[in-house]
């Protein structure tokens, strides 16, 4: 059932995703005014379409249907130019708009051929349900063959490589005071553990632990620290180091509300005093030394549920 | 309910993101960003007032389905390049907090039940 609702976002979000410009036919044969409609007949039977858009000096300025063909037949005004006889009042779409509104418009007008063109007003394609339908499935295909192949290979490693005891180590170094580059670490961390197969709730624990381990290090730390999380099939472990100025009190520091953060620091959101503390919350166990004027070492454990069923960490 | 619906509610404007298709699973107001980390759940919808950079940290690492910067603060261009690049939805209210959450709590949102008792510092 999960699979079901999931496969219908999937799709669902592809279609706000898509631009017109991914799936139109680019090649659109296209009619000048000044042809006639004995000229357009030869044109629709060889090219196999059923209308065309009339276009005059790189503009659009109509649009001819084979209906229109017929009338002409009818009224024996097959001499008559494109020009006379087309649709002046074109419903069209802009490349750049998502396909969802090309979705929309198609149900709401019931027409089914818009020409689209570009923000300057050029004719650039041409848009029928059977082009949206392909490009969905196209890119669905894309999407999901690529996450597949990404997923299985990443978490098969462990299951690749075989020794006695395989881990997997990423590091980083986090500047003091940048906070630019705030939560790249620890975003990279997370979506390191999902690419390896582990459960989304996992990875969020994981995630926030580490954001708060460096913004940490960002905030308070002299001159930046280390990032380290060991990834063994079992476990997470988390060492965070800096090189000062340490905490004076760690008991204080780990109640809720104690902050050191100087005001303007406070002012963008952070020093709730609650960094520390959510970080023993996101874990399986945390462990904080710190020696003022030598530095902070910081540890945190998460275990890693068994694959099938485990009781930690929620479903995958 | 889904972004694309909050955003037509309550009149928002979109400044990053495309996940319009997303279901809102609840909403949080602080701007307190550990506060933000320790309570909001995924697809949850964040009303704030900070627009810097962290925020778009905070909703990647939380999975929320968007951010609402209220009173019409404008992030700058690198947080909102950030935000594309993350894909996480971004929304902008001239309203303040308060008010917004009051919209999005009339339109059958609801934060959850408080958990732990946490003592002010």
Redesign the interface.
Known sequence: MTEHVAEV?KV??L???LRIEDVMKRDVITVPPHASMRELKELLRLRRISGAPVVEEGRLVGIISLEDLIKALEQGEMDALVGSKMTTRVETLYADE?VVQAVNRMSRSGFGRFPVLDRSGKLVGILTRGEIIRGLLRRLEVTLREDEIRRYRASHIFEDIVSDRTSLILRYWVKAKD??G???A??RI?RAIEALGGN?ALA?RV??AA??AE?NLIIHSDNGGELMVEIVPDQIYMLVTDAGPGIADVEQAM?????TAPDWIRE???G????L??IK?CADEMKLRSVVGAGTWLEAWFRIPPRNGGAVGGAK | MTVEEVVALLGLRVLAG?????MVTGGYVS?????V??KAK?GNIWV?L?A???????G????LAAIIISEGVEPDH?TIARAQD?GVMVLSSLNSSFTVAGQLYEAGIRGAQPDVA????
């Open positions: 976002t669902q979000e279609v706000y995703e998502p906070f630019t705030g939560g790249a620890s975003s997370k989304p969020r995630g926030v954001y708060e913004m109640s809720p509300g104690f902050s963008m959101g952070f709730a005093g609650m960094g503390l959510n919350n | 495309r996940d319009l298709w997303r701007d307190m960003l550990s506060c980390m320790a995924e704030t900070q810097h950079q962290n925020v778009i940290a905070v990647s690492l939380l999975n690198d993350q946490v003592s002010a510092g």
